[in-house]
């Protein structure tokens, strides 16, 4: 058995299953939203429960789940957001700062659910850094969060 890291969030926007959560509001709630670009406040992968705005959604913040790809992603690729919560290659550029929510562990394209993506894990980013300022967000299972850059 691989374990993962599975909480309920309340969803401020409708949440389908499969798609890259952010929070909405980091300054005033711990609520959920659908992310929208790859410098969201990505937290996690939804589960294959869609959730309705005001309803709990099963976010996936550590270990293997599920995600729908957005475009053509290669195994190994670290995944950001596309505008609808998909996940794409993270792609470095100078000077932009990027949410990643992890590693693709298969390759496919464009509306495949990827059979395993690795979230939020240092192991996802180590070799992610030419040029680029990127986040690590790690979870530990007491809920303890720790940010390196």
Do not use: C
């Amino acid at each position: 058995m691989i374990p993962t890291l599975t909480r309920a969030y309340e969803a401020s926007a409708a949440l389908a299953a499969f798609k890259i959560a952010k929070f909405s509001d980091v300054s005033a709630t711990s609520k959920v939203a659908p992310a929208a670009a790859n410098t969201d406040p990505l937290m996690g992968v939804n589960t294959a429960m869609a959730a309705a705005t005001g309803d709990m959604a099963d976010i996936v913040q550590h270990g293997i789940g599920l995600v729908v790809l957005g475009g053509t992603v290669t195994a190994g690729a670290e995944l950001t957001s596309d505008a609808s919560g998909a996940a794409i290659a993270a792609v470095p550029t100078a000077g932009v700062f990027m949410s990643v929510v992890g590693k693709a562990l298969s390759p496919g394209v464009a509306g495949d659910v990827s059979p395993g993506v690795l979230i939020l894990t240092r192991a996802a980013l180590q070799n992610f850094r030419p040029g680029a300022a990127v986040y690590v967000i790690e979870f530990a299972l007491a809920d303890q969060l720790r940010i390196t850059r």
